[in-house]
C-alpha cells in the first residue's frame, strides 16, 4: 500500500465494452484500488461473464443485467449500450448514496461522453480516461477546430501540418478521418471525445510525458491533462491479474516460448478486433513461412478459417497458432525478438514497456498514427509497405521481418526499445511524472469527501 491515506473516497469506473479499452481502465482501478480508493467497475452482464476473474478483494463490480444483446453489428451494439448506461446509471449512483461509501468521482472511457452530463447533475465530478495516445485527441481536437472553415484538407490529399505534431501523409491519419461512412456510431462516440475537453473534470490519458512530450506540452497551454501510464507495467508485474474477455493459452505459449532461442521468435496479433481478408491473411501466412524464422501467432477463432491449406500443412515447423495469448508474458518472454503487430494503443504501449521492437502493420481507428510515432518518432519499428492493389505481399513481410531479426537495423530499433522501456519505467517508478499524477488525482478526489 501507498502512502496516502484517504477517507475511501468511492470511484465508480466506466469502461467501453472492448478488450482494448476494458484492459488498461481495469489496470488503472487497480492502481487506484492500490491507494486506498474504494473502486466499483460499472459494466454490463455480458463483459462480467466474459471476464475471466474477478478483480481482487479491492475492486467491486457491479453489473448492469440485460436480456438480449444486438449481436448485429458494432453500431448496433453501442447504441443499445448507450441506452442501457442511461437508464441504469442514476439509479446505481443513488443507491450507493444510502451506503457508508457514496459515489464521489466517476472515471469514465473517453467514449463514453454522453454520461457526463447526467453525472454533473448528481453532483459527481469526472474523470475521461483515454486509452489512445494525447496525439489523437490533439488531432480530433484540431479537426473540431478547423471543420467549420476547412483550413486544413484532412481527406488525406496533401500531408497535414498541425502544432506539436509529425507531417501526417495520408497513410498516417487515423481511419475515421478519411473513410465517411464505415461505423457511423462508432465515428461519432471518437469525434465526440471532445465533448471532454469542455466538460470533464479531469483528463486522464495512458501514456507518459517524455513518450508525447512535445504534444502533451502544446495540449497542457489548452488543458490540464494528467499522463498516467503506462498502465500496462503495474499489470504485468501483478501476474495474478487478468481482465481477457478470452481464456489465454498459457501453457502452450509458455512451454513453445521456453525451447526457442532468445530473440528467435515473431510475435504476430492484430488485437481483439482487426480482421484480414482471406487474400492479405494468405500472404502474412505464407510471408511467415517465407522469413525463416520461428513465430507464435494469435489467430482468433473468427479468424481461423481464412488460413491456407498450404500453410497448416508447414506450420508446426516453425510456427505455433493460438486463439489467445497471454500478450503480457509472450512480451516479455527471452525468445521473442519482435512483435509483428498491428499497432492498438495497448500493443503499442505493451512493446514499448517491454523493450521489443515492432513491425508495423496498422488497419484502423488509431493504429496508422501509432505507426508513424513507432517508426519516426520512437523509431523503434518499421512499417511494412502496402502494394498498389493494397495487399502487403509475402516478400514484402519476409523481408520486413529480416530487417528486425537479423539486420543491422534491428540492432539500432532494439536498443532504442529498450531506452523507451527504461523510460516507461521510470514514469511509473515511485516519483516519476505518472506516479505524481496519479497521486494528485487520488489527493483530489479525497479533498472531496
Ligand atoms: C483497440 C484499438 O485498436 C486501440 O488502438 C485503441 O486505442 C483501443 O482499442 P485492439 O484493437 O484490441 O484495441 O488492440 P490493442 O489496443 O492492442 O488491445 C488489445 C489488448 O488485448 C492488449 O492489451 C493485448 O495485450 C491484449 N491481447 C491481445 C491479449 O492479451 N492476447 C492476445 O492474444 C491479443
Not at 134 to 156: C, M, R, W
Not at 205 to 212: A, K, P, R, S, V
Not at 339 to 361: I, K, Q, R, Y
Amino acid at each position: 500500500m501507498e502512502e496516502i491515506t484517504s477517507q475511501k473516497t468511492h470511484v465508480l469506473v466506466l469502461p467501453s465494452p472492448a478488450q482494448g479499452h476494458i484492459n488498461p481502465i481495469v489496470q488503472f482501478s487497480k492502481t487506484l484500488a492500490s491507494k486506498e480508493v474504494k473502486v466499483t467497475i460499472l459494466t454490463i452482464d455480458f463483459v462480467c461473464k466474459a471476464m475471466l476473474l474477478d478483480c481482487g478483494p479491492l475492486i467491486n463490480i457491479e453489473s448492469i443485467p440485460h436480456e438480449t444483446i444486438p449481436v448485429e453489428g458494432v453500431d448496433n451494439f453501442l447504441e443499445w449500450f448507450q441506452t442501457l448506461m442511461l437508464e441504469k446509471f442514476s439509479g446505481i449512483v443513488e443507491k450507493f448514496g444510502d451506503s457508508e461509501y457514496p459515489v464521489k468521482v466517476v472515471v469514465i472511457d473517453s467514449l463514453i461522453t454522453w454520461i457526463i452530463d447526467l453525472a454533473h447533475e448528481l453532483g459527481l465530478k469526472v474523470a475521461a480516461f483515454h486509452t489512445q495516445p494525447v496525439a489523437l485527441s490533439a488531432l480530433y481536437y484540431h479537426i473540431d477546430q478547423e471543420d467549420s472553415t476547412n483550413k486544413i484538407p484532412f481527406d488525406g490529399s496533401v500531408p497535414v501540418s498541425l502544432p506539436s505534431l509529425p507531417l501526417l501523409e495520408k497513410e498516417d491519419l487515423p481511419s475515421f478521418i478519411c473513410e465517411t461512412d464505415a461505423y457511423p456510431t462508432v465515428k461519432k462516440l471518437v469525434f465526440g471525445q471532445n465533448f471532454n475537453f469542455k466538460k470533464a473534470d479531469w483528463l486522464l490519458f495512458n501514456t507518459f510525458d517524455m513518450l508525447e512530450e512535445e504534444v502533451i506540452n502544446w495540449l497542457r497551454t489548452q488543458y490540464s491533462i494528467k499522463t498516467i501510464g503506462p498502465v500496462v507495467l503495474s499489470m504485468y508485474l501483478d501476474k495474478e491479474y487478468d481482465s481477457s474477455l478470452t481464456k489465454p493459452h498459457y501453457e502452450t505459449c509458455k512451454k513453445w516460448l521456453d525451447s526457442r532461442e532468445i530473440g528467435s521468435v515473431i510475435y504476430v496479433s492484430f488485437g481483439s478486433l482487426a480482421s484480414l481478408d482471406e487474400k492479405q491473411m494468405e500472404e502474412l501466412a505464407l510471408g511467415l513461412i517465407m522469413s525463416n524464422s520461428y513465430f507464435l501467432w494469435v489467430v482468433r477463432g473468427t479468424e481461423e478459417n481464412k488460413l491456407p491449406n498450404e500453410f497448416m500443412s508447414k506450420v508446426s515447423e516453425k510456427g505455433l497458432i493460438v486463439n489467445w495469448s497471454p500478450q503480457l508474458d509472450v512480451l516479455a518472454h527471452k525468445s521473442v525478438g519482435c512483435f509483428f503487430t498491428h499497432c492498438g494503443w495497448n500493443s503499442t504501449l505493451e512493446a514499448l514497456s517491454l523493450g521489443v521492437p515492432m513491425v508495423c502493420m496498422p488497419q484502423w481507428a488509431d493504429q496508422p498514427t501509432n505507426a508513424k510515432f513507432i517508426t519516426d518518432i520512437w523509431q523503434v519499428g518499421i512499417r511494412i509497405k502496402v502494394g498498389k492493389d493494397g495487399v502487403i505481399t509475402r516478400e514484402e513481410i519476409a523481408s520486413s521481418i529480416k530487417e528486425v531479426m537479423v539486420e543491422k537495423k534491428g540492432v539500432m530499433l532494439k536498443e532504442n526499445a529498450i531506452k523507451w522501456k527504461n523510460l516507461a519505467k521510470e514514469a511509473v517508478d515511485k516519483g516519476g511524472s505518472s506516479d505524481k499524477n496519479i497521486k494528485e488525482f487520488v489527493q483530489a478526489c479525497n479533498a472531496l469527501n
